[in-house]
């Protein structure tokens, strides 16, 4: 055996049905960094490759919400500014 | 596809002749990888010279002021108000594609989504232009924004033209993030593949450090569908604030509650027209046709048609509600525009927007090249008319006969139109060359066989 340090395995896949089983089996291994590669979104892939959901929508949800509060408040000062 | 019985349980591919995902790159990053022809310098050319034409009647009406323009005093809202209303509304079909068709999960948008994205930005450009010039004094447009100054001078929140800086400024913003955004994985392929440093250097900043990773398309999805829920109400806000500019003053023929889905549907109508139409040159000339089918064109050539009798619908209300709901003033109106001083104007619009598009019926129509082409054509002037009967017939003649007057535009003012025109297909133009006019990642996506089968789910 030689002393080379394994680092990681990458593998090339032809068809979209081969890379999700692929991707399922090293998901249920004991690998902890893995990911996988492809030209265009694969349906299925993320809960093949047991990904949490993506947290953007909150993000999304937190900066519009207080866009729109904030824009509101704006609206309100000015007409208090035409008031006086 | 060519018999009559379909089996219905078969979904069949946007994307004709299975091509490789290589071959998906090539034809499309083509453009950008070839110096542009001659006819590309020609068709530059011609739409340079309409923008100067435009440049110059601007130029002029900055210097002598709006008179230079056909309104007077009844008439007070003339073309700047019916090219921006046009405009805008031509942006329509890209968002539509783009979001709403993306939350059906209609496949066929993929191939035509980037480049109607492209049009809707430069199509809110154009309309950008008649509010910024409409009053002749174009440096005081700042004035269009709430910022604290000197003057203690405010804009009204009251006012749906107001509003319509803010909608078409947000529908802009959000248009062009979304362009962007679906920009993002293309820009990572031409990055790829480029042998230029100077191009290599702008695709790696544009592409935001893309590799492909599953980690990173699971957040691009996800964005990508947020960012077509905002778009997806803004499709119906902007051309339904557009209308309350007209719906919310008292002016017989506009104080309407159809016209927000009337505005709306006449929107799409024309954006799907004017898509179709450029798309139609955009895939033979760089040889798309297998990407950009005849089934894409008949399934916008059924939008057309299915939008056309919306439009039809409410031209054939306006004169029911007119007649029922007994308003003298309102009936008037209405009689007047069909068969007042403008009844050439309200017969042009309605037998291009109502007549014509009914021939899209036939299926040999629908899927024959030259037909839809012009039917689409058309389509464009009715709807330029509609904005135009809409405009100008109400103001002409309204509650005071003593003032009524006859609206006549000048040349100024059809400068200004073909400047406008000019100005979108310069940077249609531009657009062609300098980016992937159709979405590679996308189209890949949608290729027979890009899927997994789930046989074992």
């Known amino acids: 055996m030689d002393e080379k340090i394994l680092y990681g395995y990458s593998g090339l896949f032809d068809t979209p049905d081969e890379i999700i089983e692929a991707a399922e089996k090293v998901a249920d291994s004991k690998y902890e960094n893995y990911d996988v590669h492809t030209p265009y979104p694969v349906h299925g892939m993320d809960s093949a490759m047991k990904l949490k959901p993506s947290r953007l929508p909150y993000v999304a949800l937190v900066v519009g919400l207080s866009s729109m509060l904030g824009m509101l408040a704006f609206m309100y000062w000015i007409t208090q500014q035409i008031i006086q | ?457």
């Open chain 2, 1 to 457: 596809m060519s018999s009559d019985t379909l089996d219905y349980t078969e979904e069949y591919s946007v994307i004709e002749g299975k091509p490789s995902l290589r071959s998906i790159d090539d034809v499309i990053s083509k453009p950008l990888d070839t110096k542009p022809d001659k006819k590309y310098y020609i068709a530059l050319a011609v739409t340079l010279s309409m923008m100067g034409i435009g440049g110059v009647a601007l130029l002029l009406t900055f210097y002598y002021g709006t008179g230079l323009w056909g309104n007077n005093n009844p008439v007070g809202w003339g073309l700047p108000i019916v090219n921006f209303v046009f405009w805008v509304g031509i942006g329509h079909a890209g968002t539509l594609i783009s979001a709403i068709l993306f939350l059906f999960r209609q496949k066929w948008r993929n191939g035509i989504a980037r480049f109607a994205e492209g049009m809707t930005i430069f199509a809110v450009m154009t309309a950008g232009i008649f509010p910024a010039i409409h009053t002749g004094r174009p440096w005081l447009d700042g004035y269009l924004f709430p910022y604290p100054n000197q003057h203690g001078l405010w804009v009204n929140f009251n006012s749906p033209l107001l509003w319509d800086v803010f909608a078409v400024s947000t529908y802009f913003t959000v248009s062009f993030i979304f362009w962007y955004v679906g920009l993002i994985p293309d820009f990572a392929i031409l990055r790829d593949r480029t042998k230029n440093k100077i191009k290599k250097t702008i695709y790696s900043i544009t592409s935001l450090g893309w590799r492909g990773s599953n980690r990173h398309w699971q957040h691009y999805e996800m964005v990508y569908l947020v960012l077509a829920g905002f778009a997806t109400p803004l499709v119906l806000s902007v051309h339904t604030i557009v209308s309350f500019d007209f719906a919310v003053s008292i002016l017989p023929g506009w104080h309407t509650t159809i016209f927000p889905p009337y505005f709306v549907a006449g929107a799409v109508f024309s954006g799907f027209a004017m898509v179709q139409n450029v798309l139609i040159f955009i895939r033979k000339i760089f040889n798309f046709e297998h990407i950009i089918t005849l089934d894409t064109m008949e399934k916008m050539n059924k939008v057309i048609l299915f939008t056309s009798m919306l439009v039809g619908y409410a031209y054939g209300m306006e004169f029911f509600i007119a007649w029922y709901s007994g308003v003298q003033i309102e009936q008037f109106t209405f009689v007047n525009r069909a068969l007042g001083p403008y009844a050439w104007a309200y017969w042009i619009m309605v037998t291009c927007n109502v007549l014509f598009p009914q021939l899209f019926w036939f299926k040999k129509i629908r899927r024959t090249i030259p037909y839809m082409f012009i039917i689409a054509v058309f389509v464009n002037v009715g709807m330029w008319f509609e904005r135009f009967v809409i405009t100008v017939t109400s103001l002409s003649r309204d509650y005071l006969p003593s003032s009524w007057a006859y609206f006549t535009p000048t040349i100024t003012d059809f400068a200004i139109l073909i400047g406008s025109f000019g100005f979108f297909f310069t940077f249609l133009l531009l657009f062609t060359k300098t980016l992937p006019v159709v979405s590679m990642a996308e189209v890949k996506a949608v290729v027979d066989g890009a899927q997994p089968s789930h046989e074992d789910h």
